[in-house]
């Protein structure tokens, strides 16, 4: 067994080391520098279709509906076209709105999960042009779409998910570039830029790993925590509600996710000094008002943990800990934060002695509705 892991303690780690080299998979092959430009080759017998497509609806389960999340970000951001995501246990049970000018994706590690499946059968039947993100070749939810995009994070075994949340991220980000190609919506030098951004993510990764060992010495300050609150804004909404779901699975330490403005409308009612506040505060042009929701928790004797990048001094008179990432473009901030917030649910866990690998009550692909 310790061959599998490579050496490493369990798989859930040997997976979050293993991103930049699954991030680099993901996008070989998809871009070019000399024109800036996306190429998506697996969806070129549908292009005709695409080219037309006037609404977006992104359906998945647990973590790849973070992914799709995020994706909405990207994709409204660079193709500027609206996109609604659902839950996929939901989005078949609600008469959703579809027709022949939607694109519909599922996000799906194994490509088996009942309920994405399902909600692909029903957007399909009502015309709906389907193009998957999935992990497992050849599985269910590919044979059925029109086209998928593979994210090629290789098999993933850890119950909770960590490289195929990512290169579901790096696949969305190349998709919204894709589409924006089709619609216009980017020039070149806007193109040139954000795939500058992706193809440093593997590096911007890569330094988020050496900051291992920090992050469990923070872990052992809030192991024995029994509520956590992550706070996030924008694109890094969903990372919040990413973290939270990671510390939950494998540590079962309560969390919730919230964005951060909304804190005021509920959760500022549970801040006092047992309750630790994990800030994503990266730089964006939000900051100030994350900035202003750490002084709210600060007000009320919460004890704040923010993630922000290097060369933000100021917070460190703000927040009681601080993990600094490394300086990128708003929309590629995700990944490093995202790799934080695993290494701090994944130590949490194992330093309570838990089975990060095969959390209790959890399956990795969940194939009954
Ligand atoms: C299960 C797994 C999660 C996963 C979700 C969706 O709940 O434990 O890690 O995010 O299913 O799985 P999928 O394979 O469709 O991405």
């Known amino acids: 067994v310790m061959a599998e892991k490579a050496g490493y303690k369990h798989f859930m780690q040997k997976e979050i080391y293993e991103q930049p080299r699954a991030i680099t998979d993901t996008i070989r092959g998809k871009y070019s520098l000399d024109d800036g430009m996306v190429y998506l080759t697996e969806l070129e017998a549908i292009e005709d279709r695409l080219k037309v497509i006037e609404r977006i609806q992104i359906v998945a389960c647990g973590t790849s509906w973070h992914a799709g999340l995020v994706g909405k970000f990207l994709i409204e951001k660079f193709a500027k076209i609206p996109v609604e995501v659902d839950i996929a246990s939901e989005y078949r049970y609600r008469n959703p709105i579809v027709d022949g000018k939607v ?41 059925e779409s029109d086209g998928t995009i593979y994210t090629h994070a290789g098999p993933e075994i850890g119950v909770a998910s960590t490289k195929a949340f990512t290169t579901q991220l790096a696949t969305l980000y190349l998709l919204g570039i894709y589409l924006a190609q089709l619609k216009g919506t980017l020039d070149k030098d806007e193109r040139l830029r954000y795939i500058d951004a992706l193809i440093k993510v593997p ?55 919230y964005p951060a403005g ?9 801040i006092d000094k047992n309750m630790p506040v994990f800030f994503i505060a990266t730089d964006s042009h939000i900051y100030e008002k994350t900035l202003s929701n750490i002084e709210e928790v600060k007000a009320r004797d919460g004890v704040v943990i923010a993630v922000a990048t290097e060369g933000n001094n100021e917070i460190l008179k703000k927040a ?31 330093l309570l002695g838990l089975d990060v690998d095969q959390p209790r009550n959890l399956a990795k692909s969940v194939t009954v509705e």
């Open 103 to 143: 694109l519909f994706i599922p996000i799906s590690q194994s490509g088996e999960t009942a309920d994405t499946l399902a909600a692909l059968r029903l957007a399909k039947s009502m015309g709906a042009v389907v193009v998957s993100i999935c992990n497992v070749i050849g599985s269910s939810i590919t044979r």
């Open 203 to 257: 590096e911007d990764i890569s330094s988020v790993l050496t900051l291992d060992e920090k992050i469990e010495e923070l872990a052992k300050k809030f192991k024995e925590s029994r509520n956590f609150l992550y706070l996030g804004r924008n694109i890094n909404y969903p990372v919040a509600l990413e973290g939270a779901l990671k510390l939950k699975e494998i540590s079962y330490i309560h969390a919730e996710g």
């Open 262 to 270: 909304e804190m005021k409308h509920g959760p500022i009612a549970l």
């Open 320 to 350: 009681d800990y601080v993990i600094y990432v490394k300086k990128t473009v708003e929309e590629t901030s995700i990944f490093t934060t995202t790799v934080v917030a695993q290494f701090f649910a994944y130590h949490c866990a194992t």
